[in-house]
């Protein structure tokens, strides 16, 4: 068997980690003469924490392993139990990084900077309606570390101010009741839940997508949803800043359904992450972190903004 | 005054009336009807053609699959692969109709692939006496890992050269109802019919009451029960069709723990997971119960951290309306 | 002419439990066989496996001169055989009129659109219930009904349709006396039609008054049949005891 | 020969051998051990001390859980609420020790929280008559949702002055044997020990045999069904506090969708959802099958995509061994 | 003397269904009173009220003198009112020694470490099956046990416990006539021990050998109260079956 550059993702669930696997693969097949493959796996759910603590461990267990990236859903889960294991082999973080002080059992993290992800969505919005106004911040699943960062980038941007957990006016944004929403990672779930809260707040000026769900997952009814309301925000007088470029997320960008949307570029990271790996394994110097890019789209830039 | 033979023989404990006051059903569409009645008052934005709109068109989905869910469980059975039958059937549809073919096909497929994994359920239980639990565990996995194979766990959102007719079908309104509502309607009257008035339906309540009598009377208990789970797997593909049409694309968590959510709202419209008990129009109320639930989070504004105390504990109080009244009888 | 019903041989053990040892006899169209034996001496489960509920573990079974191979219940019914359970089999859930046409039930209409015809049902049970003079409601459900009242309810099954042979699993132990007249009754029509009727009961005069012959079972085997002319309570009770050893 | 009235009473059906045999239990084990052979030749990484030391520490959790759950089964009830109740001690746990408070004073906050909400949901179930079902899957979403209140949903990782005793207690082993193990194994003996041979265990079966007999013959059947239900809340918070242990951290997200696996592992274990049916000893042979599946997907090599069908036809599969020997024996 | 049992004007509807209406009667110690009437004529309801079954919807019951109001069946238990069910309520997933002992099990050991005491329960169990001629097997589930079986368990149950008045639903519907002549003489004895016993039965021959008293019920209404030996097996058939309206 070949040796096996192994990278473990939150979830199979999510289609932004099978972009992972897609770059993952592409490696594969560039490199089919190598010694090396890159083997991608993960627990089923994104929200099965301890799953992916053990299957890090069988990993760490396996004698065809030679290196291991991690995209952590519980940091500190993960960081624990890569100090039982002391791993022999070199490990490093994908998409999601450990907590700083135990940046010391990872050798570099390549993805994407999160809270700059946020902080860009923030920005657009600010620029849109820079008096402030009513917002409600869209989330995932409660738990999801990446997530949360996000959205701290895109409360301190608004307000100029760090590390506020909910807005009541800072920088002239209040967040309104019921807000933020936790959508699971459901699309579906997530427009209903927009849905209800237009309804309650007609007058809400923006919304902030920390995870792009209700776009991919629900475009259709998120069209129903925002068709009428696409002259107002072709004016900016209702916002729209959305994480992710998948699926049809870019047609509704064109379509100007949305004022701008930040992607990451999962592919890289999947199709980077192998030659990381043989660096760390040659025992040649890192980088750390190695960012990959971030995909900004807007209605007049749809037809360029996607890093090919 | 003598009571002759004949007039005991006609004579019933209860009467409709007294049966309807009698019934979970009954008290959990009072708790429904309150809500609304509150919600109505309470914020401005309830009772407004489109959040009722929108409310009755996000309770078919649930409420289809209870459905089919409803007929398992009055067998005695349960039924823990519908979210992810509902999703593999979307995805076979989105990936047949993505691949070229007309949404004609592509409904075919998915419903040939709901009725042979509601079959695969069924014939284990039934013939080879699997415990439900395990064999739709298995399957709830099984399921979900197919259309992950299906897809290759990629966001399907164009549907070919039928793109515009499945979006129709899903998310097209007639009269100003939205379809799914009108297809729910339609279903449940079907359900209900069935098992009211069919032999089959009379069959279904027989194996949940007393199997072991239903076999000696020569019920045909194992046919009546595989085609009870392909019932309940048709409901779920059925289900995913009309979700995709709304939502215009399929991941493949589409329907992920929706199984809990579907068998609470055929339990809280009153079925009884011991089996024997249960009707169609009571796992519309549960389901309608449940999305009123919803719905009113956003409405009234409640925190997030608090939504699930709330959701959990109205899912609590509306049946003790029905408790309340049973205790006060058996005094 | 051949006999209705045919054992030779037939045993059956649950694990260690040997409940029916080597039982074979004949029974004619119009015979009524009471059949006696303590508790636990296998008559329960001899008449189970003529009803296809168990398949014996040894022995033979023929029903009119062809082989009877049971492998459900509801193929005994088909051919012709018709039980009352000890147990009595009732659904619970379902109404008293469901219960008495469980597998058969009654509908209208035509080909696939074929509905239950509840009102029939509710009136054909009814008259049952009244010809055994049983005041059992048709339309309230069996779960609260009085024990004679449900066993009303599995005797009313057999008198819907034409059976060659009836089995009574003690049909007569929870109704009063002015029904036991009423079953005894219909025992008798059933032979009078030529239909071949088993009969286990603990109560003697019964058996006494209706069986032209009588099978006494102890611990699983046959101790006795005999005309019962040729018979006493006192030699049956005796043979049940096991104070008379074997006749 | 004749036989005497003595020797008959004195019979029994089945002995003990006869009886091991036919149950589901042994045939499950029988499947796990084949499972552990098949992988010890198919894989070099298997039968590693690491690896045998990893796969009993993963099972313990589930392993615990199911204790508790399979008290629950056996009364007829079930209880979807130990994923959050899980969730909630350990948060409990994490933020009170977080606060400054020794490890003592954390445990006994998470216990009590445990029983608070086991005594909730059996005091409902039990004195108001709500179906289990309805009762639990309300307080999984309540508990949840009480866990993200109490901890302001961020990740806890820090535990006050205890913090290290806190992962030694979960994190450690003794003799090569990792302490949750040990744990593992005094709550299935106490388990198995209160199920044979107290009253306490007497009546459990019996409400699961027939609640209304227990009743008419005195049982405190009330009594018992809300110590039952306080049990599997327990067995979750003790489950929640070793976890935290070993994990070194809490989010809210722990134990989501464990409800399944906990009840699965019951049932693959030889409990009956019906009632009356289930020893200790199957729910952690049920939850050893399930880890064995779990660490085989990786150690195999299986495609990410297939392993949902993997893991749900090993679970069917588990179970095949005991319906075969049923079916040829039922003929 | 106060009478051991003092019913006055007890009525228990179910919905529309007058199940029992307006009956009294008073039961001194050492008394056998036999209960009888049709089908469905309120005879376990009247006694499962007297259980603490169901509580009575009208009237007023005294036991010893004192005030009997029960809110569940085991305060009847534990003042010393022991009943046989019609339904026998056994747990079907229990051993028979286990259904006998049930909310009494014996125990060994000292303080909170007791347990179980599976050796003792076993014998005593089947002493009392042996006591009552019943082929029945204190370790095995009694959900495969023959129907007489059953009832025998149900039986042995009242049999543990020094009671002041047994309720008996029809003890001996399902049992085998060796066992049905134990289980009259166990009542013979129990009266002789000054308890006194409600015997329901549809077997004439049985109430008319045992007990010192008949009370007859129709729809639910006492229409005779005699001692046995004013009245004759003809005149209770004539009062069940109605052919006499009231004596
Ligand atoms: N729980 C109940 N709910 C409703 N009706 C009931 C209930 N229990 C009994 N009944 C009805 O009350 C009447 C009296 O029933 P009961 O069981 O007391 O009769 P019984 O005299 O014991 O008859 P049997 O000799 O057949 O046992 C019957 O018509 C029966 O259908
Ligand atoms: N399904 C079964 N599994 C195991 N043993 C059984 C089963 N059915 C019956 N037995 C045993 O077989 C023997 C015969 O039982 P059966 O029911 O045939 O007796 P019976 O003659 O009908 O008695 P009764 O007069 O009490 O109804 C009994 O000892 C009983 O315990
Ligand atoms: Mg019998
Ligand atoms: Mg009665």
Redesign the pocket.
């Known amino acids: 068997a070949k040796k096996q550059l192994v990278i473990v993702v939150k979830g199979l669930d999510n289609p932004f980690f099978e972009a992972i696997n897609q770059g993952c693969q592409k490696w594969n097949k560039e490199n089919a003469s190598s010694e090396y493959e890159c083997f991608y796996t993960g627990p089923a759910s994104t929200s099965d924490e301890a799953g992916e603590a053990q299957i890090v461990q069988d990993v760490l267990g396996k004698a065809e392993t030679v290196a291991i990236a991690i995209s952590p859903s519980n940091a500190k889960l993960i960081a624990q139990t890569l100090k039982t294991a002391n791993p022999k082999v070199p490990v490093m973080t994908l998409d999601a990084d450990l907590a700083a002080e135990d940046s010391a059992l990872r050798k570099t993290y390549l993805g994407t900077d999160n809270y700059l992800m946020g902080a860009r969505i923030g920005e657009y919005i600010k620029k849109a309606k820079p008096q402030g106004g009513k917002i409600c911040t869209i989330e995932g699943n409660p738990g999801a570390d990446n997530i949360l960062r996000r959205a701290q980038g895109m409360r301190d941007t608004l307000t100029g101010q760090k590390g506020l957990t909910a807005l009541k006016g800072e920088g002239g944004w209040t967040e309104v009741a019921g807000c933020p929403v936790f959508t699971n990672d459901d699309g579906a779930k997530g427009v209903q839940a927009m849905t209800d809260i237009l309804q309650a707040n007609p007058d809400l000026d923006a919304f902030g997508i920390m995870g792009g769900w209700p776009l991919f997952g629900a475009p259709q009814p998120y069209r129903d949803l925002f068709k009428p309301m696409a002259e107002k925000i072709g004016k900016n007088e209702f916002v729209i800043g959305a994480a992710d470029t998948i699926g049809d997320e870019v047609a509704i960008a064109k379509e100007g359904l949305v004022t701008a949307l930040v992607g990451q570029r999962p592919f890289e990271m999947g199709y980077k992450a192998p030659s990381v790996m043989m660096d760390l394994i040659a025992g040649k110097t890192v980088p750390d972190p190695v960012f990959t890019g971030l995909d900004e789209c807007t209605k007049d830039t749809v037809d360029t903004c996607i890093q090919k | 005054m003598a009571i002759t033979l004949d007039q005991t023989i006609a004579q019933r404990q209860r009467n409709w009336f007294s049966s309807v006051f009698a019934s979970q059903t009954f008290w959990v569409l009072v708790a429904v009807i309150i809500a609304c009645i509150f919600l109505s008052f309470a914020t401005s934005s309830f009772a407004t053609p489109t959040n009722l709109y929108n409310i009755t068109r996000n309770v078919t989905f649930v409420a289809i699959i209870a459905l089919g869910m409803t007929l398992v469980i009055i067998t005695g059975g349960i039924d823990l692969s519908v979210g992810s039958v509902l999703c593999l059937c979307s995805m076979v549809l989105a990936v047949t109709m993505h691949a070229g073919y007309g949404i004609g096909t592509g409904i075919a497929a998915s419903i040939g692939t709901a009725l042979v994994v509601g079959a695969f359920n069924g014939l284990l239980i039934a013939y080879l006496g699997f415990p439900p639990f395990v064999v739709t565990l298995g399957m709830l996995s099984i399921a979900r890992s197919l259309a992950m194979v299906a897809s290759n766990n990629t966001v399907v959102f164009q549907f070919g050269p039928d793109h515009d007719k499945l979006l129709a079908l899903g998310g097209g309104a007639w009269l100003g109802i939205a379809n799914p509502v009108l297809y729910m309607a339609v279903l449940a009257l079907l359900t209900g019919f069935v098992l009211r008035w069919t032999r089959f339906g009379r069959y279904v309540f027989a194996i949940g009451g007393n199997e072991h009598a239903a076999t000696l009377t020569g019920v045909p208990v194992r046919k009546i029960k595989v085609a009870v789970y392909m019932i309940s797997a048709l409901s779920a593909g059925v289900a995913g069709i009309i979700q995709t049409g709304w939502l215009g694309a399929v991941t493949t968590n589409i329907g992920a723990g929706m199984e809990l959510q579907v068998i609470a709202a055929a339990v809280i419209g009153g079925a009884n997971l011991a089996g024997g008990v249960g009707t169609a129009f009571g796992a519309i109320v549960g389901a309608a119960l449940i999305e009123v639930i919803r719905n009113s989070l956003g409405l009234l504004g409640i925190n997030a951290f608090w939504q699930g105390t709330f959701i959990g504990g109205a899912i609590v109080l509306a049946v003790l309306f029905d408790r309340l009244r049973n205790l006060r009888q058996s005094d | 002419m051949v006999a209705v019903l045919e054992l030779a041989n037939i045993s059956k053990h649950?694990?260690a439990?040997q409940?029916?040892n080597d039982v074979s006899f004949l029974l004619e169209a119009g015979e009524v066989v009471g059949l006696m034996?303590?508790?636990?001496?296998?008559?329960?489960?001899?008449v189970?496996m003529i009803a296809g509920n168990?398949r014996p573990s040894h022995g033979t079974m023929r029903l009119d001169g062809n082989d009877l191979i049971l492998h459900r219940p509801v193929e005994a019914r088909q051919r012709g055989i018709e039980i009352v359970h000890?147990d009595l089999a009732l659904c619970n859930n379902l109404t008293a009129a469901a219960n008495v046409f469980l597998g058969r039930e009654m509908r209208r209409g035509y080909g696939p659109m074929r509905i239950l015809d509840y009102k029939t049902m509710y009136k054909r049970a009814g008259e049952i219930f009244k010809e055994l003079k049983s005041e059992t409601r048709p339309r309230d459900l069996v779960k609260q009904m009085s024990g004679g009242q449900r066993q009303a309810v599995a005797i009313a099954r057999t008198m819907l349709a034409e059976a060659k042979l009836v089995l009574m699993?003690?049909p007569t132990a929870a109704i009063s006396v002015r029904q036991v007249a009423e079953v005894l009754a219909h025992i008798r029509q059933l032979r009078d039609r030529g239909i071949a009727v088993i009969l286990?009961s603990?109560r003697m005069p019964d058996v006494f008054s209706v069986a032209d012959r009588v099978i006494v079972?102890r611990r699983?085997r046959k101790v006795a049949d005999k005309p019962i002319t040729a018979s006493s309570p006192e030699e049956v009770t005796g043979l049940i005891t096991g104070a008379i050893e074997q006749v």
């Open positions: 649950f694990g439990i409940a029916v034996g303590d508790n636990g001496a296998g008559k329960s489960t001899l189970k168990f000890q699993d003690e286990i603990h079972m699983g």
